[in-house]
């Protein structure tokens, strides 16, 4: 992968914390690594902790974007697994220096726990396409080795950063960079930021060798147009998945020959049933797509996954409507609260499709849980709401 790092813009950051927020704009400023507010990054110095905040977007973050934290009060943290998760996010917050600075990224116990000054977190395709399958384990040990351990899924928080501290702390060799998180993305670190960058980068690069060894190669960019969907039948889409959510939302039509191959094949029902490929996407793409056009069926199932997994939970914050449907018909509708989310969504989803389909192609793609993914969306959703009421404009993002 090639690395964007420019020796000249480096050198002109005037503190450490400004060259960590350079090299986050880079990780930030590629789509095959994060999107829409997914990843976060942080910096150590001396016992101090400066974390990326939530709501920032990794592409536009600058210093004071990022919190400054008690280190070693956050560690002990780390020791207490019977700290119920609200009372661990208060104790967290009281480890900041400034009252005032903006809540730390939702990952910032699995940054404190690592030992080193700079630390990366992406949701970067290729290593999805590697590692989101059913044998994880032995597709990452060959891509990866000993360069990046393998961490089980865990929610984010505490639960996964105790994961990582016990993978890194049984598997890490002095050639370890990095650790891979199922079903999740990639972390990579390193004592400067440089080398932290360049762990991330070549992980990534790691991933490609691999997709290309096992028949799955980055897809060949196409120039070809397909012919446009019937804008009748898309409309009426619409007015249906709109109904279905209570609200009206805007559309995104995506035909071109990748998304209608990819709603014809033959596979569709169960890859496309599986999830995200990250818990993030699913506060843009929901959990699953519509494919049959049946928004009414979707409605139902989506109410009774929201029931299973979240209980009354879900009541009043998230709707049944699905964001995204796929059809041979259209190829990709996307939904989203105005125009610009209904981009985000479809964006994303085409980021999806590419990870899914490279996944398929060596092994059987999986995504987390349901009962994961619903929490994501319940805990990191809510910006539709907030859109809605006026509170939030574009760009809103995720609390990581
Ligand atoms: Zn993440």
Redesign the pocket.
């Known amino acids: 992968m090639k690395s964007r790092w420019d020796d000249v813009a480096a050198q002109s950051c005037p503190s450490a914390l400004a060259l960590r927020a350079y090299t986050s704009r880079l990780i930030g400023s590629d789509p095959t690594l994060v999107l829409y507010g997914?990843?976060?990054t942080s910096l150590k110095v001396d016992n101090t902790l400066y974390v990326k905040g939530t709501g920032s977007n990794l592409a536009e973050v600058r210093e004071e974007h990022f919190t400054a934290l008690d280190l070693d009060a956050l560690r002990t943290l780390l020791h207490d697994p019977t700290l119920p998760d609200a009372a661990l996010m208060r104790r967290i917050d009281g480890c900041k220096r400034e009252p005032a600075a903006p809540k730390p990224s939702?990952?910032t116990l699995l940054h404190a726990a690592l030992p080193y000054a700079f630390v990366e977190?992406?949701?970067a395709d290729a290593v999805l396409a590697v590692a989101n399958v059913a044998n994880c384990e032995a597709a990452c040990a060959s891509a990866f080795g000993d360069r990046a351990p393998v961490v089980p899924y865990r929610h984010?928080g505490a639960a996964l950063a105790r994961a990582c501290k016990a993978v890194f702390e049984r598997d890490a060799s002095a050639r370890t960079i990095g650790l891979i998180?199922a079903c999740?993305?990639v972390v990579a670190f390193g004592h400067t930021a440089r080398a932290s960058h360049d762990h991330l980068l070549r992980l990534v690069g790691l991933a490609e060798d691999y997709l290309e060894r096992h028949g799955a190669p980055r897809p060949v960019a196409t120039t070809e147009t397909a012919v446009p969907a019937d804008p009748a039948v898309t409309a009426g889409l619409c007015a249906a998945v709109s109904a279905a959510a209570g609200f009206p939302l805007a559309m995104k039509v995506v035909t071109t020959p990748t998304t209608l191959a990819y709603a014809q094949r033959s596979d569709l029902a169960e890859i496309s049933q599986q999830g995200p490929p990250?818990?993030?996407h699913a506060i843009y793409t929901k959990r699953v797509p519509l494919i049959d056009d049946d928004v009414a069926a979707y409605a139902r199932r989506y109410r009774d996954y929201l029931a299973r997994t979240l209980g009354h939970a879900a009541d009043g914050r998230i709707d049944a409507a699905p964001r995204i449907a796929v059809s041979p018909a259209f190829g990709l509708c996307a939904f989203g609260v105005n125009d610009h989310y209904a981009a985000v969504a479809a964006e994303i989803y085409l980021h999806d499709i590419d990870i899914m389909t490279r996944a398929s192609a060596h092994g059987t793609y999986r995504s987390a849980a349901e009962q994961h993914i619903a929490r994501a969306e319940l805990e990191y959703g809510g910006f539709e709401q907030r859109v809605r009421a006026g509170i939030a404009s574009p760009p809103a993002t995720a609390p990581?």
């Open positions: 997914g990843g976060n939702i990952e977190h992406a949701h984010s998180l999740h993305g990250t818990p993030q990581y």
